[in-house]
């Protein structure tokens, strides 16, 4: 057990909807990095939270959103979906030190798109 | 998106055998992880290694920083059946983002 938990487990939906997927970090951990995990693509990260404030940006489409509260915990947005958003989603936390900062990953939430 | 160059594809091996598998970047990178994940679960963290030409054990795995600081390998001595899932190379540059690697398969035959 890593100490992320994500929920739900399992989300099915249909296109055009919108969802919200939830993390909660380590204890103590500052920093939030949540990360898509398709067949075609791999593990590929969309963005990152340190202490409520976005540090950086990577492949998230514009129709999805994430905010980290000030308990820490964060949830990622996704709307207008499409059938190719079907991926698992996972969150990992972090320390957030400005050197090595080594990643623990959450069990993730498996999105079913119909 | 970025990924690295992560060798073998997969493996079929016996129960008993060592596993050798690596990971190559065009960039460097100044912390490698090796991470397992097994079927709907997320990856769990085997190895970090944080400094060029390290080299660090952690029971049957052993996992090297190359001094190129643009790849790593790990290695699984003695194989058992648990061993079976996929293992990922990641590459992180200060404290940003992981780099995967597109994984390894590990199949044991007992």
């Known amino acids: 057990d890593s100490g992320v938990t994500q929920t739900p487990k399992h989300l099915i939906t249909a296109t055009g909807q919108r969802v919200t997927l939830r993390c909660s970090p380590r204890?103590?951990?500052?920093?939030v990095y949540w990360y898509q995990q398709s067949l075609d693509q791999g593990l590929q990260f969309l963005i990152q939270?340190?202490?409520?404030?976005?540090?950086a940006k990577g492949n998230i489409l514009e129709r999805f959103s994430a905010q980290q509260f000030p308990d820490l915990h964060s949830e990622l947005n996704l709307s207008s979906l499409e059938l190719g958003d079907s991926a698992l989603y996972f969150c990992?936390?972090?320390?957030?030190?400005?050197?090595?900062?080594?990643?623990?990953f959450g069990p993730g939430t498996r999105l079913t798109v119909l | 998106g970025q990924q690295l160059n992560q060798s073998p594809q997969s493996m079929f091996i016996q129960e008993g055998e060592d596993v050798s598998m690596n990971c190559t970047s065009s960039s460097i990178f100044n912390t490698w992880l090796w991470y397992k994940q097994d079927p709907g679960e997320g990856p769990v963290l085997l190895i970090a290694?944080?400094?060029?030409?390290e080299l660090t054990s952690n029971g049957r795995l052993t996992a090297q920083f190359g001094t190129t600081r643009k790849d790593s390998f790990l290695n699984i001595s003695a194989s058992i059946p648990s061993d079976v899932g996929i293992y990922f190379c990641a590459g992180q540059f200060r404290a940003q983002k992981l780099v995967f690697g597109q994984g390894t398969r590990l199949t044991i035959n007992p």
């Open positions: 990992a936390s972090s320390l957030g030190g400005p050197a090595a900062d080594t990643q623990y």
């Open positions: 939270y340190y202490n409520g404030e976005e540090r």
């Open positions: 290694l944080y400094k060029a030409g």
């Open positions: 204890s103590g951990d500052l920093s």
